[in-house]
């Protein structure tokens, strides 16, 4: 089992550029979220899918979408990035309660 | 909403002390709460979790108590090592059918060999 899994592990954009983050769960579960962490703030959320075909905002969801393409994968879109979206973007996966968390990306924008 | 207050923010203990970190929750309703250590580079991982009906719930070195009528729950590590050196994380969920956490704002444990 490979767990949560994340690409790009790094990213660099410049302001105004678009991207999406990936992420993959294979531990079948229905649960999935995406995360940002910046120093001294701790881990905020930004989107989470119960399940497949539905997602729901976080704390914040502003300047992102998210789509959940299927059970294993939930995607995070950045559509103009901005310098305050620098931050390290984790995503998660649960079942019946525990958060499994993948290595991260570190994204910047300059 | 729920919010979550965690301290201290950084913890220096020598080698084979105690350890102990503390959060409090706002949100009565919360009843899951969560413990996460984070290394150098890494994504958070659990390390132990406790439930709104147990006080207390201990794993080798690693406990945690809580106290509903404060929400107020805490970390307790002992005879620290160190590779307990890390970042902690507390969170506080409902059980909502999806266990949405709030985070507190982490604790940096350094053990001094």
């Known amino acids: 089992n490979a767990g949560v899994t994340q690409t790009p592990k790094f990213q660099v954009l410049k302001t105004g550029q678009s991207m999406t983050l990936q992420c993959a769960q294979d531990?079948?579960?229905?649960?999935m979220y995406w995360y940002r962490q910046d120093p001294g703030m701790g881990l905020r959320l930004i989107y989470y899918?119960?399940?497949?075909?539905?997602?729901d905002k976080g704390e914040v969801p502003n300047g992102y979408n998210v789509s959940r393409l299927n059970k294993r994968e939930f995607s995070l879109r950045l559509e103009s990035a901005a310098p305050s979206q620098t931050s390290v973007y984790f995503c998660?996966?649960?079942?019946?309660?525990?958060?499994?968390f993948g290595p991260g990306t570190r994204l910047t924008v300059t | 909403g729920e919010n979550v207050e965690q301290h201290p923010s950084t913890l220096s203990v020598q080698e084979g002390d105690s350890a102990v970190i503390k959060c409090t929750y706002s949100?009565?309703?919360?009843?899951?709460f969560p413990w996460y250590k984070q290394e150098l580079g890494k994504g958070p991982q659990l390390i132990i979790d406790?439930?709104?009906?147990?006080g207390e719930k201990k794993d080798q070195r690693i406990a945690v108590t809580l106290n509903k009528t404060a929400k107020h729950f805490s970390l307790h590590i002992t005879e620290t090592q160190p590779e307990d050196s890390a970042v902690y994380f507390c969170?506080?969920?409902?059980?909502?059918?999806?266990?949405?956490?709030?985070f507190g704002t982490g604790t940096r444990l350094k053990v001094l060999a």
């Open positions: 969170a506080a969920s409902q059980n909502s059918g999806t266990y949405k956490y709030i």
């Open positions: 899918s119960a399940s497949e075909g539905t997602t």
């Open positions: 531990m079948n579960h229905n649960s």
């Open positions: 998660a996966s649960s079942g019946v309660s525990e958060q499994y």
């Open positions: 406790i439930r709104s009906n147990v």
């Open positions: 949100d009565s309703a919360s009843n899951y």
